[in-house]
């Protein structure tokens, strides 16, 4: 799940300080009649594939803006190795080049990548000049597709990374089109799990890399299943930010084992939620200004919502249910 979520909900704990030192009645009714709102929201049935889409979309469309605002193009969480690390952009470009690394990729092999799940497109470029190749990014959100052209312009790369609106379920490129697929965070949204490993497959070269890191939960044993209190948590982080249910990293190795063109030899896996957790003490810092409160509460309904119910993912986090899951494999040649 994105970083920009973190930073909501940090950013909502400072709007409601504020509110709440706030003197005038009506400030706090205005308050309490919100966070009921929320509430009752969090509770509503879980929605099908074509409201996630537009719940996604609208959600990133008003959230993107204050996300770049606050942290720059990186929409995605950073590496932090030693775990005291201060330099928070560049462990946010860390975290792309240790996934790169980690998964064997090297230069000489990428001529052209797609990002799915885009976001603005900061992976993307930056994969663009560190192997002078070219690269494709899709989202669901307009705004962040338009975001991600207009900054491939600034940097002078727009005739490399380009970025459009489309569903990773049904990726608008041919088959065999890509030396590297990347999805970095963006692997929860998806309803469809099988179909959405099927299309990372479909797109990729013979012989090209997949790179598959996302929120997942916890792996289970033979015959366990998640407790009640873990599918309650999950669910109501779900309705909070357009989520279907949730898999596993076995679920993920599952699928790809299962799958004829994959060399289930190169299959890398690890849980990196200990190279993460850091960060968010520094959105927690981030979020303490006017400036970054004003930007949330102009953001809208949804957002703030995300903002109020983040506390429910980052306790998933902490008891262990929610990790943050890499895997990488390559095609068969």
Partial sequence: MSRTLLLIALLCSSSNLLATSLSTPAVGEV????????????????????????????????????????????????????PDRTDHTQ??????????????VVGEGVEKAVDVGCGIGGSSRHIVRKYGCKARGVTLSPYQANRGNELAKEQGIADKASFQVADALD????????????????????????????????VAKKGSTIILCTWVH?????????????????????????LPDWCS????????????????STMKVDDWSYVIAPFWKAVIKSS?????????????????R????????????????????????????
């Fill in 249 to 264: 990293s076995k679920d993920y190795q599952q699928i790809l084992a299962s799958r004829d063109d994959v060399d289930i």
């Fill in 306 to 333: 995300g903002a109020y119910a983040m506390g429910l993912m980052l306790r998933g986090f902490n008891v262990g249910l929610i990790k943050f899951g890499v895997i990488t494999v390559k095609m068969k040649e």
């Fill in 91 to 104: 462990a946010q470009v860390d975290m792309i080049d240790k996934l790169l690394s980690f998964s064997g």
């Fill in 171 to 202: 990726m608008p490129f041919d088959d065999d089109s890509f030396d590297l697929v990347w999805s970095l965070e963006s692997g929860e949204h998806m309803p469809d799990k099988q179909k959405f490993v099927s299309e990372l497959a479909r």
């Fill in 218 to 242: 916890r792996d289970l044993e033979e015959g366990e299943e998640l407790t009640k209190k873990e599918v309650k948590l999950l669910r109501k982080i779900n309705r909070a930010y357009y």
């Fill in 288 to 304: 303490l200004n006017l400036r970054s409160v004003i930007g949330l509460l102009k953001s809208g309904f949804s957002t703030i």
């Fill in 31 to 82: 308050r309490v009649g919100r966070i009921a709102r929320i509430k009752a929201s969090l509770r509503s049935d879980p929605r099908n594939r074509s409201d996630l889409k537009k719940g996604i979309a609208g959600f990133y469309d008003r959230s993107s803006k204050l996300w770049e605002e606050v942290w720059g193009e990186h929409m995605h969480h950073g590496y932090y190795d030693p």
